[in-house]
Structures are given as C-alpha cells and as structure tokens.
C-alpha cells in the first residue's frame, strides 16, 4: 500500500490552494465564521461526527470577545462570502470552536489535534515583492491578515482528516480534531477546555508551522519554553472636577494609574525562574482642565512556569489596589487572555522522533526548539497531562518571507502536507 507521505504528497496542490483561500479571508479571534462553517461542511462530508458552537466552547470563559456589533458584522460578511447561514447562527456570540471526532468504535486510546484557526490584526503589504499579492491570494479584509500561519494550520487539520478517513482501517479508538478560535492574545483554548473537549483525552498535539523552525523539510517534535501568561485590562475610576475652580473635589484616575503602571514594574523577580510583566497601554483622562476621572491599562505578566506567573498576578493586582486606594478612585480588574506554562516530555519527543524517522521522509528531525513565547495551547496540554495524558508540540519548518505578525509574512506550503502526514501516523501509532 502507498505510504502516508506519499499519499499526503499526492494532496500538495489541493492543500495549497485551501490555505490561499483560507488567506484571501481572514478572520480574527472569534469570528471565524467562514473558517469555522467551511470546516464543519468539509469534516461532515468526510464523515465526522461533527460538535461546534456552544457544544464546544464554554460562553463563561471566552475571553477578549470583540463586542456584539464586531461579532453581528463579521458574522455577516462570512455569509456574503460562502458561509452557511444556518451554521453561523449557530456559532452566535463568536462560539467558532469545531471538534471532529473518528469513532472507529474499536478499542483503543483517544488522540487529539489542536489546529487554531484566527488571523492577526494586521493590514497586509501591498507592494509586489510580498507573494500572495503576485499570486494574487492577499487579504481581502482590510486590517486582517494570516500573518502567523493558522490558515495553515487549518489546512493541516483538514488534510490530516482526509488521510485518517482513507486510513481509517489502520486506527484504533477515537480520534478528535479540535479547530480554536482565538488563539492570537491566547483568548480562546480555555474556553474549549473548560467545555470539556480534552477531557478523555490520552493523547494530545499541538504543532505551529515556522516560528522557531524556519529551516525546510524539518520536524521538530517537542516544543519547550512556554511561558505562562495573563492578560489583564484594568480600569481606574474616579470623580471630574473643574481643575482651576475646585480641583479638590476631583479624584484623580490619571494619577492612580500612573502609579500604578510605575509600582507594577518593580514587582520583585522570583528565584524559581524567569518573569516579566508589561503595561503596554495606558489611556486617561478626557480634557485639559479636567481632573482625570478615568484611566484605562492593558497588563501582562508571564512567568518560566504556571506558580510564577501565578505569583506576578498576584502582586499586580495587589498593586493596582493598592495604587487605587491611594488616590481614593475604584479599579475594576478584567481577564483579558491567559495561558499556562506546560512540561517537556522528553520521552515523547524521541519516540516521536523515531517514528517519524521511520515513517515519513523529513530531511531532519529534532526532538527540542525553546518557545520563548505564549501559546494557549497549554491550556489542553497542562488538562491532558494533569488527567495522566501526554501532549507534544510539534513545530513544522518552513523558511518565513518575514516574521510572524509581520505584514510580509508568508511560509512555504510545502510544510503543509507534511504536517498532515505526520498527524496521521501519529494518529496510528498512539490510537493502538
Ligand atoms: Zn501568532
Ligand atoms: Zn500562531
């Protein structure tokens, strides 16, 4: 019989024009309607059991939803570009999750894939020398661009389904793909989690395309280094005054603020490892003779592993009160994102490594790259791995014409099929 990677070869020209249809349409967090609505139509005609909507993502811990007239709109535009009305009303209030699950009702274990499925907020170079505008697949959404390579992504999940269902006789127990919403900000995979979709999970992956592998025809599979993170809104209010005639009746937001953003970076450092913490925005006031009665902060922290972070939320919030308490204004405190550090499971990576050796036909294989970064996918790593699963995150080399989030980003779909190919084996391997 044909191999899988030459099966998944053989799928190159289709993948490559799914993932630049996928690119001309972007969509960003929670509203991926058009996405989300394509890959429910392609998983149920492959034969799916298809869950999405509410069924899949938990309305309590959705966070950063753009407001109900962002969401009505983009919902939308998605239907005058193909979507399937009756499928986006059932994803209202921006519920794109998608899970696939291949039942083959023989015993075994469950595997899960995790594909992310937004665009970032970012206008796409127009010039000539960016790809997708010579081949004629840029952005049509002003401000939104696939700039990090989840329409890549998506197009892996949809391949890898593909080749499950024509192997299906090779498999065992139960396959889930599992398509999020809202990774960019790292707002969407607890809300997923929390729905319970890698509750029975045994084993999990996760994979990003380029990043930290831009090297061709490589596999690297275990990704290590996440940092958690917390992304906070806070927003001071206090009273307006008249700043020449009665300045002592104000309570002054702008200043409790101020020093709020100023206490926050001297949070001590913690001697278990690496931490940080940004106030990247901070707005206030309304006009010049004003006592300020508002101020609005945007906070991350981010922490080598889940305690430290924990701990700098901690003090931040301890501080953003205390600053508050000083100028006598409130402050309201909002999660805006979050994710957890998550464990390097060295053992899984060289035995992934081994069969990836043996199955598919990569130049190179790695078994560790350092994230450096966030990534919410831990959110269902730390849930599998906390439940006696294990979870790897894979990382597909692909050279990137720039970096990720950058307006002249683009990747070599060569990757794609590949990643497919991988999935599939796993999917064999760790099924049985
Ligand atoms: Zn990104
Ligand atoms: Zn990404």
């Given at each position: 019989?044909?191999?899988?990677?030459k099966?998944?070869?053989?799928?190159?020209?289709?993948?490559?024009?799914?993932?630049?249809?996928?690119?001309?349409h972007?969509?960003?967090g929670?509203t991926e309607?058009r996405?989300?609505s394509?890959?429910?139509?392609?998983?149920?005609?492959l034969?799916y059991e298809?869950?999405f909507?509410?069924?899949?993502?938990?309305?309590?811990?959705?966070?950063?939803?753009?407001?109900?007239a962002?969401?009505?709109?983009?919902?939308?535009?998605a239907?005058?570009?193909?979507?399937?009305?009756?499928?986006?009303?059932?994803?209202?209030?921006g519920?794109t999750?998608?899970?696939?699950?291949?039942?083959t009702?023989?015993?075994?274990k469950?595997?899960?894939f995790?594909?992310?499925?937004?665009?970032?907020?970012v206008?796409?170079d127009?010039?000539e020398?960016?790809r997708?505008?010579v081949?004629?697949?840029?952005s049509?959404?002003?401000?939104?661009?696939?700039?990090?390579?989840?329409?890549?992504?998506?197009?892996?999940?949809l391949?890898?389904?593909?080749?499950?269902?024509?192997?299906?006789?090779?498999l065992?127990?139960?396959?889930?793909l599992?398509?999020?919403p809202?990774?960019?900000?790292?707002?969407g995979?607890?809300?997923?989690?929390d729905?319970?979709v890698?509750?029975d999970?045994?084993?999990f992956f996760?994979?990003?395309?380029?990043?930290?592998?831009?090297?061709?025809?490589?596999?690297?599979?275990?990704?290590?280094g996440?940092?958690?993170?917390?992304?906070?809104?806070?927003?001071?209010?206090?009273v307006?005054?008249h700043a020449?005639?009665?300045?002592?009746?104000g309570k002054n937001?702008?200043?409790?603020?101020?020093?709020?953003?100023?206490?926050?970076?001297?949070?001590?450092?913690?001697s278990?490892?690496?931490?940080?913490?940004n106030?990247g925005?901070?707005?206030a006031?309304t006009?010049r003779?004003?006592?300020?009665?508002?101020?609005?902060?945007?906070?991350?922290?981010?922490g080598?592993?889940t305690?430290?972070?924990?701990f700098?939320?901690?003090?931040?919030?301890?501080?953003?009160?205390?600053?508050?308490?000083l100028?006598?204004?409130k402050?309201?405190?909002?999660?805006?994102?979050?994710?957890p550090?998550?464990?390097?499971?060295k053992?899984?990576?060289?035995?992934?490594?081994?069969?990836?050796q043996?199955k598919?036909?990569?130049?190179?294989v790695?078994?560790?790259?350092?994230?450096?970064?966030?990534?919410?996918?831990?959110?269902?790593?730390?849930?599998?791995?906390?439940?006696?699963?294990?979870?790897?995150?894979?990382?597909?080399?692909t050279?990137?014409?720039?970096?990720h989030?950058?307006?002249?980003f683009?990747?070599?779909?060569?990757?794609?099929?590949?990643?497919?190919?991988t999935?599939?084996?796993?999917?064999?391997?760790?099924?049985a």
């Amino acid at each position: 019989m044909e191999t899988i990677w030459k099966q998944a070869e053989a799928l190159k020209k289709e993948l490559a024009a799914r993932r630049r249809d996928l690119h001309a349409h972007p969509e960003t967090g929670w509203t991926e309607f058009r996405t989300a609505s394509m890959i429910i139509k392609e998983l149920q005609r492959l034969g799916y059991e298809v869950h999405f909507g509410a069924e899949v993502v938990a309305e309590g811990s959705m966070m950063g939803r753009p407001s109900a007239a962002e969401l009505e709109a983009c919902a939308k535009r998605a239907v005058s570009e193909g979507a399937d009305p009756e499928l986006v009303a059932r994803m209202a209030g921006g519920k794109t999750g998608v899970v696939g699950i291949l039942d083959t009702e023989r015993p075994g274990k469950t595997v899960a894939f995790r594909f992310d499925m937004d665009c970032n907020d970012v206008e796409e170079d127009k010039t000539e020398a960016h790809r997708p505008v010579v081949e004629g697949f840029r952005s049509l959404h002003e401000k939104a661009m696939h700039a990090c390579g989840h329409d890549g992504h998506v197009t892996i999940g949809l391949a890898t389904a593909k080749l499950l269902k024509e192997n299906q006789g090779s498999l065992q127990g139960k396959i889930k793909l599992i398509f999020q919403p809202a990774e960019e900000g790292v707002r969407g995979a607890l809300a997923m989690a929390d729905a319970g979709v890698v509750d029975d999970v045994d084993y999990f992956f996760g994979g990003h395309i380029g990043f930290k592998c831009t090297q061709a025809d490589t596999l690297v599979t275990m990704t290590d280094g996440f940092l958690a993170t917390t992304k906070m809104d806070a927003v001071f209010h206090g009273v307006p005054a008249h700043a020449g005639a009665a300045p002592e009746e104000g309570k002054n937001a702008l200043l409790a603020a101020a020093q709020a953003a100023i206490s926050l970076s001297t949070i001590s450092r913690h001697s278990q490892g690496s931490s940080r913490i940004n106030v990247g925005v901070l707005n206030a006031g309304t006009g010049r003779n004003v006592v300020p009665d508002i101020a609005s902060m945007k906070i991350e922290t981010r922490g080598g592993n889940t305690e430290i972070n924990d701990f700098m939320v901690k003090e931040a919030r301890r501080m953003l009160q205390a600053a508050a308490d000083l100028y006598d204004v409130k402050v309201e405190i909002s999660l805006a994102g979050g994710a957890p550090a998550s464990v390097y499971d060295k053992e899984l990576a060289e035995e992934i490594a081994a069969l990836v050796q043996e199955k598919c036909g990569y130049a190179n294989v790695l078994t560790y790259v350092d994230m450096g970064g966030s990534e919410d996918c831990t959110y269902f790593m730390d849930r599998v791995q906390k439940r006696g699963g294990k979870a790897a995150y894979l990382m597909y080399g692909t050279p990137i014409a720039a970096g990720h989030h950058n307006s002249h980003f683009d990747f070599d779909e060569e990757a794609l099929w590949k990643a497919a190919a991988t999935l599939a084996e796993l999917a064999i391997k760790y099924s049985a």
